[in-house]
């Protein structure tokens, strides 16, 4: 797939909405250049938040069940 864009009089240039899509970009993201003989690739910087996908409980819970949890526990930890 080839697509073009055109560089600013500021040497900004608009990432194709195809190029955006199959890289999953969003507004703030950041682009690597590589360059070497052969020319020039851009890569979607990694992400490094990603690595934490998953990692925080996104359901609904009962909070107040859960910090009498909390408490319960605190409480063994210091009553032994």
Avoid: C
């Amino acid at each position: 797939m080839k697509v073009r864009s055109r560089i600013t009089s500021k040497f900004q240039v608009t990432v194709p909405r195809e190029v955006r899509e199959i890289l999953k970009l969003n507004a703030a993201d950041v682009l690597e250049w590589e360059m070497d003989k052969s020319g020039v690739k851009v890569h979607a910087a990694e992400k490094p938040f990603l690595k934490f996908k998953g990692i925080l409980n996104t359901g609904s819970g009962d909070t107040k069940a859960e910090i009498h949890l909390a408490w319960k526990k605190r409480s063994a930890r210091y009553h032994r």
